[in-house]
């Protein structure tokens, strides 16, 4: 396994539940933390406890769906820590509705959070990406592209579009020494589903620090090795459905 010390890992959309706690998991000593949200409060208290933890930390309030926004964040983070190492792509977005009730302008935004915030962070993080050392990108999908459901379908169809995009991305990035993958965790308890599922009934989903760990080992494997597209889900909820 590899060491994480000396690292310098990229986080957008890093504020989520899934998204900070992947970021307390591997703040330490030694590692270079860069992340991003729209939410000032959460993206300032996130930064203060991974400096607690010992890590350098960029916290930057960006538009992942803004490409001079996160142009200009890629570029500002590549002058401070010098070299990429990971890019992870937490930035993610559902509205429940019917078809006859859902607008163009959710379309558009369930698009844009899910598919177009990850071409963004990729396009302008690979152009600082030194092929010799390599690096690492995680897009984060979901369940929902493997497993369609009747109360998001747009959202469904956004995570299979990060899914293949990954696919093919893997396929054109492999000459440049990065390996990408794409995450397909099942629910997990976070402040994704409130407005949408009451707390009591996510009693059999993910902790955000489980896929955190899952994460770590990832990005802890020798470099020899890529994951391509992991699934994984609680298996008390599988057990459920």
């Known amino acids: 396994m590899r060491k994480l010390e000396g690292l310098t890992f990229v986080l957008t959309g890093a504020t989520g539940g899934i998204g900070g706690a992947t970021a307390l998991q591997l703040a330490r000593p030694g590692v270079n933390i860069a992340i991003c ?6 993206l300032d208290d996130l930064a203060s406890k991974l ?3 010992g890590a350098k930390v960029i916290a930057r309030l960006v538009d992942m769906t803004n490409g001079k926004a996160v142009s200009a964040f890629m570029d500002e983070v590549f002058e401070v820590y010098k070299k990429f190492d990971v890019l992870i792509n937490f930035a993610g977005l559902s509205i429940t509705s019917t078809i006859d009730n859902f607008t163009e302008e959710n379309y558009d935004l ?3 959070v899910n598919v177009k915030s990850m071409f963004l962070g990729t396009k302008f993080f690979v152009e600082h990406v030194d092929e010799e050392n390599g690096a690492m990108i995680i897009n984060f999908g979901s369940m929902a592209a493997k497993r369609a459901n009747a109360k ?3 959202y469904c169809a956004a995570k299979a579009a990060v899914d293949m995009f990954s696919d093919g991305l893997a ?3 492999k000459d440049k020494n990065i390996r990408v993958t794409a995450m397909n965790p099942g629910p997990a308890d976070t402040t994704f589903f409130e407005g949408r599922i009451p707390k009591e009934k996510r009693t059999k989903f993910m902790k955000a620090s ?3 760990e899952v994460l770590e ?3 802890s494997s020798e470099t020899n090795v890529v994951f391509h597209d992991l699934m994984f ?3 008390d909820f599988y057990k459920s459905k």
Request: aromatic share 8%.
């Open 110 to 112: 369930v698009m844009d």
């Open 171 to 173: 396929m054109q990035l």
């Open 217 to 219: 080992f990832i990005i």
């Open 233 to 235: 889900e609680s298996f």
């Open 210 to 212: 489980t896929i955190a």
């Open 37 to 42: 949200s729209i939410d000032k409060k959460q």
């Open 51 to 53: 400096e607690a933890k």
């Open 152 to 154: 998001s379908p747009h």
